[in-house]
């Protein structure tokens, strides 16, 4: 499977970082950490935590989120929100023993994704690692990815 947009060298590494952002989380169950990919290179990376709604979150339509999810940490980090246009997002989540678990985004996270343009996003599952399209021709494609990141 070819991965496009330079991501297919840069999606090991990103996915490294992502499970090592996750760590960082001070979520007392959901430990998920996520990074931004543009032009093969990493441009920010984020984890989830435990703090009051953030006035950028009231602009894409969030109410009451009590938790900064890990897309959005990451992408609040990244001063250049131009950056993000056709970007990809790598968000990651493993269980206590170390599987993966499902990191897919929230309806919220997704439509804050699609705000800023970001093109593709790629996420954990108890099942493997899936990328799914978000803009452009291929909006709502989702395919499994084969990636060893160990």
């Known amino acids: 499977m ?17 499970r ?5 989380s001070d979520h007392y169950q959901y430990k998920l950490g996520a990074t931004v ?4 290179k990493i441009i920010s990376s984020g984890f989830n935590h435990l703090r009051k709604t953030s006035p950028q979150i009231k602009i894409i ?4 989120v009590k938790t900064v999810h890990a897309e959005m940490a990451c992408i609040f980090k990244l001063k250049n929100k131009e950056l993000l246009k056709g970007a990809t997002v790598v968000v990651y989540r493993e ?18 994704l ?7 996003v790629i996420y954990t599952t108890n099942e493997g690692i899936y990328s799914e399209y978000l803009n452009g021709g291929r909006k ?4 499994v990815l084969n990636v060893d990141f160990s």
């Open 2 to 18: 070819v991965i496009c947009d330079k991501i297919e060298a840069t999606l090991p590494s990103s996915i490294k970082k992502a």
């Open 114 to 120: 699609s705000f800023y343009g970001i093109k593709k």
């Open 95 to 112: 269980k206590k023993d170390g599987t993966l678990a499902c990191a897919r985004p929230c309806p919220i996270c997704l439509n804050f």
């Open 140 to 143: 709502g494609e989702v395919e």
């Open 37 to 40: 990919v543009k032009n093969g």
């Open 61 to 64: 339509g969030g109410s009451d």
């Open 20 to 24: 090592n952002e996750s760590k960082k």
